[in-house]
């Protein structure tokens, strides 16, 4: 049979994306693409068939996998029957014709996804069937127009042919449907009954506070959750469940008894994935008149499908108390009367570093703060006034052990239900230091100015910290990966491959020849044709960050010049359409400090904020922003680039890389 014709269009996405647009109206889709057969393929075992559920940007697809280079012939195949999808992805083997596998799956309702290499002729298509392959930005979609033979080779000939002459025409992938949160419902019932009460509850008596995560998205697998209720005036309590990967979970129930003052008698409910407080809502119980309810307090997922993995310690901040979790059941501990602050920055040389003496200066200022606070709050070691309420808590032990264990930095979550941070945690140093003589770990030579450098490893290399010693791998800043998200988790800036895109956007009342030396810096360090700049007061700036055209914005601006209001005018006065930034949502990236502006940007569509959180030397702003940009570029993840950065500042004897702050999921990646 002669080799098909083909209708040619093109895309911009993934093409699992416009697999998961296609099917199941097209029936078999040809598709050369090794990294979307990692992608479904990841846990698969050699020479048998499993599910899998796969994220898309239109919408999880669920897959039944076999991979066919393992098996001499069509004879020796598991059944697929029972194999759970929604439509069948195989891998072609080249040594037999996997034709009449193919076409008794699609005969049977099963729609096919078939990896293969782009040169390989693939027989059994027709009309329902479409060619998908890749010529960089674009997905290539080609449609048989009529049966035979095919090869993506040369649908890919015949797009770029047609691109060449400007006769190619692009389709666009269907907007994602709208998910609703899934809710996390709280009830209150008598003991033993089976059903919940309304109204308000007597005074002194014991009733029941069920909860449960509701329906939501397909998950990929079950996943384990814990649930923890503190009530004002009782110890707290906690409960793990399984949030299954269809439907909702079972009731998770608590005890409590009620006070025996009449008053709306409030706590806090936190659902935790492993250590991260992913969900977090105030509970009011009415004692003596009223009715139940809660109010929202924190949101890090809306859908409990992208959990954050990895965190060896959380602190979840109310105000001046604060929820540690650095195992199965989180402790409160005060974090009132915290004071830091960061050494004098005068004294910088032109390369924005500082001599050995100076540098070694400024590290044990640091420590001598950091140490009390951690004093101040977890009780120093285990002997503190805070000791007895935290129990066998010990954060430094949990993130030297996570680091050992995994051969990574260890994750903390810090996350500020209030919107504001009562404690500079990037500051807290975790070894004992106090005021006085003091030696120095072999690490403070090793990473700082003049020192030998090197890689920088997931923990200090040196054993003995034993007596006052100082240790840069004693800041929680520079031994592990920080984040302080504000709102739902982004994992990925844009879905599309496209070169890393920057807008800067510059304050005309910055000194001009540090701005240009600023610049000059930053294109130094990332390409000079990924970067676009402008000077602009507040409004221009709400026109230039309309639209979806960079992967990171970066505002070179003094503190102050923008508030939360002006960006709520941009979106109320129709300057920024709705939504915002709802599929490429860059990272905003600022040379000074943020603090009221952070969520504005968030809630309106950015994956995360930087920023410092003092202000800092604006000579300084190019060299930081530079190096953190080109990391995030490469693909390094937006925690680690932070940290990386600041072990970068503190090879030069700079510590205010300890000033930086990440707002958003130390996970997240340009692509």
Known sequence: MAPVEFTVTGGEGSPLDFVAALTPASSLVVITDPGGWAQVSSGLPVGSAAS???????????????????FPSASGLPSLAEVPGDLVVLHDSRSWDSAPLVASLRALGRPVVLFTAVHAWVSGVDTSSVVVGWSAPHVVLAVPRGP??????????????????????FAALPAPPVVADRPVSVVVALPGATQGIAGALRPGAEYEVWVRVGDGPVLADDVKLRAVLSMSGRP??????????????????????????????????????????VHVQQVVLPVGSGEPRTVPRVKLSRTFTDLPVGRAVSVLEFGERALVAAGDVPAWLSTAGVAMALPAVSGLDPWYGKDFPAYCTDLAFLALQGAEVYAHLFGGSGSGRHAAALGELDPAAAIRQAARATGRPAGVMITAATGSSAVRWPLVYDLPFTDGPHRLCASVGQFGPFGAGGP????????????????????????????????????????????????????????????????????????????????????????????????AVHLHFREGFLDAEEIARWDSAGVWPQPHWPVRKPLVVGTSPMAG??????????????????????????????????????????GEAV?????????????????????????????
């Not at 080779?153 to 770029?160: G, P, Y």
């Not at 960050?545 to 992967?551: C, I, K, P, S, V």
């Not at 969520?599 to 702003?621: I, K, L, T």
């Open 456 to 551: 920088v490893p997931p923990h200090c290399p040196v054993s003995d910290h034993s007596g006052n010693v100082l240790c840069p791998f004693g800041f929680w800043g520079l031994s592990s990966v920080l984040e302080h998200p504000v709102g739902p988790l982004v994992q990925r800036i844009s879905p599309r491959p496209w070169p890393f895109e920057v807008s800067m956007a510059v304050d005309a009342g910055m000194d001009r020849g540090l701005t240009e030396r600023h610049v000059t810096e930053l294109m130094s360090q990332i390409p000079p044709t990924s970067v676009t700049s402008a000077y602009v007061t507040p409004p221009e700036l709400g026109r230039v960050l309309a639209g979806e055209t960079m992967d």
């Open 52 to 70: 899998t559920v796969v994220t898309t940007a239109v919408r999880p697809l669920r897959c039944a996998v076999l991979d066919l280079r393992h």
């Open 236 to 277: 707290v309590v906690s409960e793990a469940f399984m949030l299954p990967s269809e439907g909702p979970s079972a009731w998770v129930n608590f005890e409590v008894t009620t006070p025996y003052a009449a008053v709306p008698w409030t706590g806090e409910l936190v659902i935790y994935a492993g250590v991260a407080p």
């Open 597 to 638: 502006l952070v969520r504005s940007f968030v809630e309106h569509g950015a994956s995360a904020v930087v920023c410092p959180e003092e202000a800092v030397p604006q000579d300084m702003a190019g060299w930081v922003t530079g190096m953190l940009l080109a990391r995030v570029g490469s693909g390094m993840a937006a």
């Open 643 to 671: 940290r990386q950065v600041r072990w970068e500042m503190l090879s030069r004897g700079n510590v205010l890389g300890l000033a930086c702050a990440l707002h958003g999921s130390a996970d997240l990646r340009a692509r």
């Open 148 to 169: 035979g033979p095919v090869r993506v080779e040369d649908a890919l000939w015949q797009f770029r042919e047609l691109e060449r002459r400007g006769q190619m025409t």
